[in-house]
């Protein structure tokens, strides 16, 4: 069965910091994976999805980056933080092509810019 | 305009209760919509899919009105443990293959 990992599960960083929010796959090949934010109290925000290892494609600007070097490792960067970036971030995975339907999600890590 | 809206909430509803949500959609070109289930500072958990026939799965029934635009939950017999956020989503197909519009959720309460 596949499971998807997040880590760190929460993370408290001052503003102007670096971030590095790391998601893998296991028990597929070759997934689209996706990166979602969703602030207190509200909906999730699509931020970044991949197809594949060195494709990314964003959603929304902002100051955050994303990378793919591996097939089932999706990375989350920023070289400085916002206040604006504190939320619940997820790592989601879905089957490529035909079978891409439902997407599953990671436990998240919540993020606090302080 | 949302591309899916729901009301917020929140649902309070005793123990047993039958309860419906509704979410409306405006982009036409959706193909596929789903119900996930969020608990507090929890990942969503996928419900259920909504088939354009409706379908269920035993306390829930999900329906889709494509000429309205709209998809309902049903909850029926409803336990404290289905307290939760549901968040209703809808699909478009493009180049990548699985791009989901989420609802900000309604939230429900189930109390004793």
């Known amino acids: 069965s596949q499971t998807i990992h997040q880590w760190p599960a929460t993370l408290v960083q001052p503003v102007g910091s670096p971030l590095s929010l790391e998601c893998t796959v296991e028990g597929t090949s070759n997934p689209n994976l996706y990166w979602y934010r969703q602030a207190a109290g509200r909906g999730l925000q699509l931020l970044f999805y991949?197809?594949?290892?060195?494709?990314i494609s964003s959603e929304v600007p902002q100051n955050l980056s994303a990378s793919r070097p591996q097939d089932r490792q999706f990375i989350l960067s920023s070289k400085k933080l916002l206040l604006s970036d504190s939320g619940f971030y997820l790592c989601?995975?879905?089957?490529?092509?035909?079978?891409?339907?439902?997407?599953?999600f990671g436990p998240g890590t919540r993020l606090t810019v302080t | 305009r949302k591309e899916v809206e729901q009301d917020p909430g929140p649902f309070n509803v005793p123990e047993g209760a039958t309860v419906a949500f509704n979410c409306t959609y405006s982009?036409?070109?959706?193909?596929?919509f789903f119900w996930y289930r969020q608990d507090c500072r929890k990942e969503p958990k996928l419900l259920m899919s909504v088939y354009s026939s409706g379908n269920e799965d035993g306390r829930f029934t999900a329906q889709l009105n494509r000429a309205s635009q709209y998809i309902s939950l049903l909850i029926r017999d409803s336990k404290l443990s289905d307290s939760a956020t549901y968040l209703c989503?809808?699909?478009?197909?493009?180049?990548?293959?699985?791009?989901?519009?989420f609802g900000g959720g309604t939230r429900l309460m189930v109390k004793p």
């Open positions: 982009n036409s070109a959706s193909q596929s």
């Open positions: 989503v809808a699909r478009v197909n493009n180049n990548a293959g699985n791009m989901l519009t």
């Open positions: 991949s197809v594949g290892i060195g494709q």
């Open positions: 989601a995975w879905s089957h490529l092509g035909a079978r891409a339907n439902e997407q599953y």
